[in-house]
């Protein structure tokens, strides 16, 4: 039975199933280390049908393929967790998580490489639920194995100023724009301080005190469009690019719906629907929003027009998944989004240029379109935050600078 206890500091190691599933259905497998009442889980590179796993004796039955080899590679992690344990009441008198934890990660850790711990970083994301933060992550590696092909061998030390400084270098002969070449340097620098965090390299190795990222940062680029910009594409007729109609009408509900995600959107059910309300939890940082749609005639119309038109039988709202998600294997369902979303942003443009409307406008714009609209009306930046589902407001207070100075001066002014 793979449960240990100390006395002394009330301490408990054990192997478990976690009950929230994966996006493939099955449960990941976690070591919980528990010391004085507070835990923190492990992950394990293992998963299973809840029917596989024996709860009580914490490990996988008998019957489980490659059972005996999986459990035993759970003791040996057990193990290693319990020599710290027995090393921490040796040379102190008291400990914690923490204390623990620099002798954890340094032990299941030590010699990894760049690589290595950039995958192990991947996989805690995708155990947390944050897939897209984990799919910018993978896309940054992509990156970076494409441009150094000796990349798996390299360890944190080889990662400096000069290492960055050419990978930019190549992202631009590549076509690559600051806000592009920005995601991948904020990740290698998240990577690089958990890694610190982690004492698996020295704060002296450290690239980014020199190698600045706000040189980046976009200014004065306008992501929304204006209320008379909004109101031609409300106005728009269907007819004059028939192609465009799926596009337009996913872009005014993502408004109305309080900036909604496409990949929220596209998985939006019919009996998600009622009486214009509907919950949902964001797929980028889970928050559970909740959404009143607005009783106007462009909502009625929209979803009248998909009641009847349905190109394949699926319980979803907008014609964008074929299937039921879980029949989706994770790179087939981000490969039709991300078709989609490229179909749509194209009949985008097209409307733009249509209406005269001179801003390089995609379906994202669309949050952008109702926090600056919202913001425009004086809604407390608090509500917005609520409503686009941030975990900081500082994510939000970014949105005005699609604002004019003087836009912003009357906002402000207006709190006075």
Known sequence: MLNLKSEVMNTSLRIICKKNSLKNGLYPIYLRVTINRRSKFYSTPFTCKLTEWDEKQGEFKSKFTNAFVF?????????YASDIISILEMEYESYNLVLFDKYYSRKT??????????????????????????????????????????????????????????????LRKKGANDGGIGVYMRNIRRIYNTAINYKLVQQQYYPFRDFKLSKYKKRNVRKALSESEFKKLLDFDNEKIPSSKNARYAYIFSYYARGMNFTDMAELKWSDLENNYFNYHRNKTDALLKIKLPNLPIINEIL?????????????????????????????????????????????????????????????TARHTFATSALRNNVNINIIKQSLGHKRLSTTESYLDDFHDSEVDNVINNIF
């Open 109 to 170: 850790n030590e010699g990894i490489t760049f690589v290595q711990f950039f995958l192990k970083e991947i996989e805690a994301l995708k155990s947390n639920s944050q897939v897209s933060y984990a799919r910018s992550m993978e896309d940054t590696l992509v990156a970076l194995r494409k441009f150094e092909k000796k990349l798996d061998a390299y360890k944190f030390e080889n990662i400096d100023y000069q290492f960055l400084t050419n990978f930019e270098n190549s």
């Open 71 to 79: 459990n035993k590679t759970l003791r040996k992690m057990k193990d």
């Open 304 to 364: 009248e027009f998909y009641k009847m038109y349905r190109p394949f039988d699926t319980p979803y709202i907008f014609p964008i998944l074929k299937k039921n998600l879980k029949d989706y294997e994770d790179s087939e369902l981000r490969a039709r989004k991300h078709n989609v979303i490229s179909f749509y942003n194209k009949q985008l443009k097209k409307i733009m240029e249509s209406c005269n409307i001179e801003k390089n406008i995609s379906f994202y």
